[in-house]
Structure formats: structure tokens, C-alpha cells
């Protein structure tokens, strides 16, 4: 006899505000490297390691980092895309990884994504009506002349013109392209899309439009997103909370404007310093980090980021000698404190701040 989960409950006046949407809780996502003739397991990429966070309906949790640092894989594991390894993903209260067969089908119809890739996220074989009608028709909302009528409906929404229904997407340019995939993320009428890095392959000026259609359909609709990306200025003005990922791991997360004004780990600032500025004479440095970004395969011990830290180095030059210790890095020897290299850092509120969190020792 299986165990079923009931189907999520539209939200109320009363749990919208108060309960998460979305309560990610120690997400682990593990990939096997095998070896030899017996394609024996030899350990492991840690895409995602330890990843914890809640997003509110109608809110935007901004998802940022380097490339390779996981943020892609969070979100395609968090919809299922790509299976975990543990944790988990409560969807209005609901572990999300309990469902199966039908009642999992339903629930889809409220997850949604944006791919970063307008080009190949698009069947090149079928119509664009097809594309965006696909979904209405196998979750059995309507079919024929209604489902065509929808299909119009959406198009003009994102600012289409509703006769590209009988064109195929070779026929658009990108930014279209991306409102094509918009168009059929919306046609379920989702309440959490997944937008994974939905504006980094557009121009700049089209970037714009696309966010501003986001971010009208967010207010009309009430749609909380997870929003991944790794341009920091794009983050800054469109999300509500920002986390900073680094080698799967959630280093910092704080309302934007704390995030951006007082950040507190040294990645994190120096993220923003690449951050580009309008300005012939910026004003803030540029903090290049040395060595090279450690293997999720082989992550350091204690505090992953402390071989390119350069808070960690300038603590030891003060600190006394039996509290640091000598590493490698970069092809160099250095000194950093004992306690990165020992202890994994906690995410905790610092400066007394408690939506304020971070993942380090030294602090700025």
C-alpha cells in the first residue's frame, strides 16, 4: 500500500502571507564519479551541498555566484529535473518529493521554469502555438478552438503579436525567443517559477524589457520566483532577497538593499567589486581573489573559500602564529587562521542582525 500526499491547497487570506512558499531545507545533490572497468564509485561532485532557504508567495529570491557553484542545479533539483541526493523541498507545507504518478503531475502545473537558453529550450520541430499549448492541453484545461484562444490570449501578454502561433521559433529573434519560453511557463498559471539566468544569453537593452515583463506578471499574478543569475546590478534591482552561493553551499543571504550596502563575507564583496559601474572613475576597488576555485569533488576542509580569502590572510599577519597555519594556494605558500582550515563556518545573523546571515569566521 502507498502513501499519498494530498494536493497542495490554493493559498488563503490567511497561511499567503505568513507560511513560505517554498522552505528548502538542507539540499544535497550529489553526482557519482565512476572509475574503472567495474564503473565503480570513487566519490562525488558536491553540485549542492547543504542548501537551505524559504521564498514567499509573490516575493523574488535572488540566486548568485560564480559559474559552477550550483545555482542551476538547485533550481532544476528543487522542480525535479534533476534527482537529489538528500534534503528537502516543502511546497506549501507539503514535502514535494512525496508525490508521485498523477498527484505529481498536478502539482506541476504550479512549478514552473524559464531556461537560460532561448534557443534550445525550444522544439525547433514544432509551432510556437504548439509549444505554449502543449502544457494547457496535457493538463487538460481545454483543448481546440479555447486552447488556441489561451495560446492568442498569452502571446499578446508578453508582448507577442497572437498570430506567431503558426511560426516556428527558428522565425525569432532571441528576445522573442525568451518570451516565447515566458509565455509557456505562464500558460499553467504556476504561483513559483524557476528563472534560470532567463536574461543572460539577450542584449542589454532587451534585457530590460524581459525584466520589466517579469516583473509586471509578478505583481499581476502574485508569482514568486527563484531567480538565478550572475549578473550582481540585474539581481540587485529585481529581487526581494539575495543568496550568495559558493561551491554549493549558501555563503550570505540578506534583503537586497543589506545585501548590497553592508555585505559581510569576502566573497561576497568581492562579487561586487566585478560588479561593472557607469562610471569613468569608479569608486570602489577592484578585489581580485587569488588561486583557483577549489573541486566540488574535493572541497576544502573547514571553511571552503578560506584558500582565496583575503580577510583570512590579512587575520593571520596579526594573529599569533600558533593560531594559523601554512597552505597552499595558487602555487604559493600562505598563512591563514587555524579555525578556517578546522571548522566549517556556521550561517549565522552577524551584527546582530537576524535576517542578516553569513558563512564566515572573519568578517568585514
Known amino acids: 500500500m502507498t502513501q499519498t500526499t494530498p494536493a497542495p491547497m490554493p493559498p488563503t487570506a490567511e497561511n499567503s502571507s505568513a507560511a513560505p512558499l517554498l522552505d528548502v531545507r538542507d539540499l544535497r545533490t550529489w553526482f557519482p564519479i565512476h572509475r574503472g572497468l567495474l564503473s565503480r564509485t570513487v566519490g562525488h561532485v558536491k553540485a549542492v551541498d547543504g542548501v537551505s532557504f524559504t521564498l514567499q508567495p509573490g516575493k523574488t529570491l535572488g540566486l548568485v555566484g560564480e559559474s559552477g557553484c ?3 542545479t538547485v533550481g532544476r533539483t528543487i522542480l525535479r529535473l534533476i534527482p537529489r541526493t538528500s534534503g528537502q523541498v516543502l511546497y506549501r507545507g507539503n514535502d514535494f518529493f512525496a508525490y508521485r504518478g498523477e498527484e505529481l503531475r498536478l502539482l506541476r502545473r504550479h512549478m514552473q521554469i524559464i531556461f537560460q537558453d532561448p534557443v534550445s529550450s525550444l522544439n525547433p520541430r ?4 504548439n509549444i505554449i499549448g502543449e502544457p494547457i492541453q496535457v493538463h487538460k484545461i481545454a483543448r481546440g ?8 490570449s498569452l502571446l499578446q501578454r508578453v ?3 497572437p498570430s506567431y502561433g503558426d511560426r516556428y521559433p527558428h522565425e525569432f529573434s532571441g528576445g522573442q525567443r525568451q518570451r516565447i519560453g515566458i509565455a509557456r511557463a505562464l500558460a499553467l498559471s504556476p504561483d513559483l517559477i524557476v528563472c534560470d539566468e532567463p536574461v543572460s544569453a539577450l542584449d542589454v537593452s532587451i534585457q530590460s524589457q524581459i525584466l520589466n515583463l517579469l516583473d509586471d506578471l509578478q505583481r499581476e499574478r502574485n508569482i514568486a ?3 538565478i543569475a550572475h549578473n550582481l546590478a540585474v539581481v540587485e534591482h529585481f529581487s526581494d532577497d539575495v543568496a550568495v552561493m559558493y561551491l554549493g553551499r549558501i555563503v550570505e543571504k540578506a534583503a537586497s538593499r543589506e545585501l548590497y550596502s553592508n555585505p559581510k563575507h569576502p ?3 568581492s562579487l561586487l567589486s566585478a560588479a561593472p559601474q557607469p562610471n569613468p572613475r569608479p569608486t570602489k576597488a577592484r578585489i581580485v581573489l587569488k588561486g583557483e576555485v577549489p573541486s566540488p569533488s574535493n572541497p576544502p576542509t573547514g571553511c571552503a573559500f578560506h584558500p582565496r580569502c583575503p580577510l583570512t590572510r590579512e587575520a593571520a599577519r596579526q594573529a599569533n602564529a600558533a593560531d594559523t597555519v601554512e597552505i597552499s594556494s595558487g602555487g604559493e605558500r600562505i598563512r591563514v587562521l587555524s579555525k578556517c582550515v578546522q571548522q566549517s563556518p556556521p550561517l549565522e545573523p552577524k551584527q546582530g542582525n537576524p535576517n542578516h546571515i553569513a558563512a564566515c569566521w572573519v568578517t568585514t
Open 267 to 269: 566573497y561576497t564583496l
Open 159 to 161: 508582448g507577442l503579436d
Open 225 to 227: 520566483y527563484l531567480f
Open 70 to 72: 550550483g545555482k542551476t
Open 145 to 152: 478552438k479555447e486552447r488556441d484562444q489561451m495560446v492568442a
Open 126 to 129: 514544432m509551432t510556437v502555438g
